[in-house]
């Protein structure tokens, strides 16, 4: 008989117990083991504070899978306000009948991923629901990190001229995951951890004016965001978007706009124009960043987001009306 | 038509926007209305972190909603560890087709408990599933708090002779949730915040040597931890359980031990002898605190939990095995 999840599992008595034991196994470690009911942490500083609920499907995709999505999702999300990330809290919600076999896969995924980000699991949850009341498994994960001197780029101010950098291809996780729904083995999301990539970053220079994740959304959504948040209008250059080739590919077949998908190892920068060789150059020395580009620039002349085509015409690039890509992240 | 959550709500683009705005219409504050990545906290010194999943079915009962049983449990878990509560994550995962009003009620539960309870919520998270891939909403919360000197407890000895003390009746949450099911209208969840039970009570006396809430599988579960944990026995006192007329009643119909039974808003205290009276009387003092009883001791003689019965047998307490309470937090 397959070793599966039941709704006992969830009830807080010695199938529990077991379901814990089987977490403990894998990611253990002396404050986490602790089982207290809120994890005891020695920091103190500026912290940050995040939380993401995942709920990707397919749960395993080419690139990476739920766990290691929950655990660079939060990491990213506390690096992109300058932290460092510490401390993660995990909590499962689980269909019952999910494998033991799927869930000690991404057990191991989130292990890995903690491992190389540097980032411990000190707090957790389990619970289950009934077949049919969840969709296999549901994962939140939670982090805070710390903020050093520095690093805080929040009271910078955004003006006319500063460039939109981001460190690579965009849309490579929503399109690769809209492949892997449709049985076709191509392509690769972009999962990463993002904190060695961006936190030297901002040591190394003040230029850097604001920073986000385009994930749900993607480029564009986070393009408005800054439009509206800084009342500022944004140029993006189409012929200067990094886009691998079977994304473009895939993204035409699909009409699925790359601008829109999600990105899960991707930052976009606003940056000062005269700190932007030292960004580039700090990226292209990176795997994760070797295709860094300069895509659009900051003019204070309008209040919206527009593409300038490769034939030289402009679009109003909008925020996301339709639902195109659920359950991407 | 009604008004109801659609899975392009989830997307990241406008219609999350919307769903996002309606948060912040009833539970914006400073550092939330920022919407980063992840909140910015003036805090230091010794920190606490927890986190929680719920998924109670139903989501509105006698006593409380999954939103206000969100803020206390979060609440109650960093007050459990001698933090006083200051900032909450909230995730939701909501099902396509749930209506905003239950969404926007669910809201205003929660801005009522945060408010009760002194805290704030700083950042969150909002995600959608199709419809039949989840169960109306669940929510996460997750929640940082600060330690003062001397509120730790967690270095203190359990030794023979100590008490177990719980502020009032038992069993009351599980039992009200099961007869909310079954459509019956009668009782009602204890559901409360503890912080300010627990911490004045930790600056009163050194004499707390352990405390945990005793929510998914109730008291006897919690004993059983301590027993496991710290290598004690301990003996519960049948007569001496605080039990409210209708749990009794309710218990035997539905044929639930009201030990195996959730509590969210009781604490169980290991308190040396000696320091019983100020913790009681402290207690009977309070609203949520005027049934407080000694209900067992730990005796070194064992490693197990007892219940000393009404005819003076003994039995042992074992940890739960059946799962007889889905969801009910």
Do not use: Q
């Amino acid at each position: 008989m397959e070793d599966i999840i039941l709704l006992s599992h969830g009830n807080g008595g010695e199938n529990t117990r077991k379901l814990v034991e089987e977490i403990l196994g894998t990611l253990g470690n002396d404050i986490l083991n602790e089982l207290l009911d809120a994890a005891v942490l020695p920091i103190s500083g500026k912290i940050a504070f995040t939380t993401d609920s995942f709920i990707v499907s397919p749960i395993f995709f080419r690139g990476g899978d739920i766990g290691s999505l929950s655990v660079y999702g939060t990491v990213n999300d506390l690096s992109m306000v300058g932290a460092t990330p510490l401390y993660l809290s995990l909590s499962f919600i689980i269909e019952e009948g999910f494998t033991f076999s799927d869930f000690r896969k991404i057990l191991l995924s989130i292990k890995e991923g903690a491992e190389v980000s540097n980032v411990r699991v000190v707090t957790g949850d389990t619970k289950v629901v009934e077949r049919g009341k969840g969709d296999g498994i549901f994962i939140n994960t939670s982090g805070v990190g710390i903020i050093k001197n520095g690093r805080d780029w929040r009271k910078r101010e955004i003006k006319d001229g500063d460039l939109v950098i981001i460190n690579g291809g965009i849309g490579e996780h929503g399109i690769s995951v809209m492949l892997e729904r449709l049985g076709i083995k191509a392509g690769k999301s972009d999962l990463a951890p993002l904190n060695s990539l961006v936190l030297p970053l901002l040591d190394r220079t003040n230029g850097i004016k604001f920073m986000r994740d385009p994930t749900r959304g993607g480029v564009a959504t986070v393009l408005n965001e800054i439009s509206r948040k800084y009342g500022v209008g944004i140029e993006v250059y189409e012929d200067k978007l990094p886009l691998k080739e079977w994304v473009k590919e895939s993204a035409e077949i699909l009409g699925i706009d790359p601008l829109y998908a999600a990105n899960e190892g991707k930052v976009l920068m606003i940056v000062d124009s005269k700190d932007a060789d030292v960004v580039l150059n700090f990226l292209h020395e990176k795997p994760d960043g070797y295709d860094a580009s300069i895509i659009g620039k900051v003019t204070k002349s309008s209040n919206r987001v527009y593409l300038v085509t490769h034939i030289g015409t402009k679009r109003i690039l909008d925020t996301l009306k339709k639902d195109i890509l659920p359950r991407i992240c």
